[in-house]
C-alpha cells in the first residue's frame, strides 16, 4: 500500500524558516518523481514544486521560487521542502504527493504550515 | 502558462441524479487531464486520468471525456458518498495546472 507521510509543519514567524519532510512507503521511492501541493484555507489546490527521480530536473512555481528548494533523499525514501522567507500567504496545508506519468496518483495526508506573528 | 477553468464552483444534487462538471483548458492539452475527488478532511483520490481512464477501485458510475480544450467529468447516479470537492489536473504542459474546483453536495 502506497504511504505517504508528511511531518514538520507548524506555526512560524513571518520571515522565518522551516522544513517539511515526506516519508514514503510502498512503492520504489527513487523511481518516481515527487511534488509538492499546497491548499490555504478556502482556497484552491496550488502546485509549488517538482523534482525527478534522480534529482536531475527541479520546477518551481513563481510564487516559491527563490523562497523553497525542494529535496529528496532515496536511500531515506523522503521528500523535503525547505521554506525560507516565509510570508503570511504561505499559509497552507502542504502535500506531498507522487507522479506518475503526468498526474499524481497518491497525495499524503498534508501538513499544515501557518505563517503569523 | 495553461489555465484551467472549471465549473460550476458549487453544485446540488438528488440521490440518483446524473451530474457534470466541466474544465475547459487554454490551450489543447490532449487529453493529458485527471480529475480527482477530496472528501472534507481527506487527501484528494484520483478518480479518471487521460480524460477517460477510471483508476482502479473507483466505481463504474464516475466517468470522463473529452479533448482538445473541454473536459468533463459525469457522475451517473448520485450516492451519499459523492459529496466532496472535485477538481481537474492538466498535465501537458509544465507547470502542472488545477482546476479551482466544485463542491458537491445532497439536495
Known amino acids: 500500500e502506497v504511504q505517504l507521510v508528511e511531518s514538520g509543519g507548524g506555526l512560524v514567524q513571518p520571515g522565518r524558516s522551516l522544513k517539511l519532510s515526506c516519508l514514503a512507503s510502498?512503492?520504489?521511492?527513487?523511481?518516481?518523481?515527487m511534488n509538492w501541493i499546497r491548499q490555504a484555507p478556502g482556497k484552491g489546490l496550488e502546485w509549488i514544486a517538482s523534482?525527478?527521480?534522480?534529482?536531475?530536473?527541479?520546477y518551481y512555481a513563481d510564487t516559491v521560487k527563490g523562497r523553497f528548494t525542494i529535496s529528496r533523499d532515496n536511500g531515506k525514501n523522503t521528500l523535503y521542502l525547505q521554506m525560507t522567507s516565509l510570508r503570511s500567504e504561505d499559509t497552507a496545508l502542504y502535500y506531498c504527493?507522487?507522479?506518475?506519468?503526468?498526474?499524481?496518483?497518491?497525495w499524503g495526508q498534508g501538513v499544515m504550515v501557518t505563517v503569523s506573528s | 502558462d495553461i489555465q484551467m477553468t472549471q465549473s460550476p464552483a458549487s453544485l446540488s444534487a438528488s440521490l440518483g441524479e446524473t451530474v457534470s462538471i466541466e474544465c475547459l483548458a487554454s490551450e489543447d492539452i490532449y487529453s493529458y487531464l485527471a480529475w480527482y475527488q477530496q472528501k472534507p478532511g481527506k487527501s484528494p483520490q484520483l478518480l479518471i486520468y487521460a480524460a477517460n481512464r477510471l483508476q482502479d477501485g473507483v466505481p463504474s458510475r464516475f466517468s470522463g471525456s473529452g479533448s482538445g480544450t473541454q473536459y468533463s467529468l459525469k457522475i451517473s447516479g448520485m450516492q451519499p458518498e459523492d459529496e466532496g470537492d472535485y477538481f481537474c489536473l492538466q498535465g501537458s504542459k509544465f507547470p502542472p495546472a488545477l482546476g479551482s474546483g466544485t463542491k458537491l453536495e445532497i439536495k
Open positions: 504527493t507522487k507522479l506518475k506519468s503526468y498526474y499524481f496518483d497518491y
Open positions: 510502498g512503492f520504489t521511492f527513487s523511481n518516481y518523481g
Open positions: 523534482i525527478s527521480s534522480s534529482s536531475n530536473y527541479i
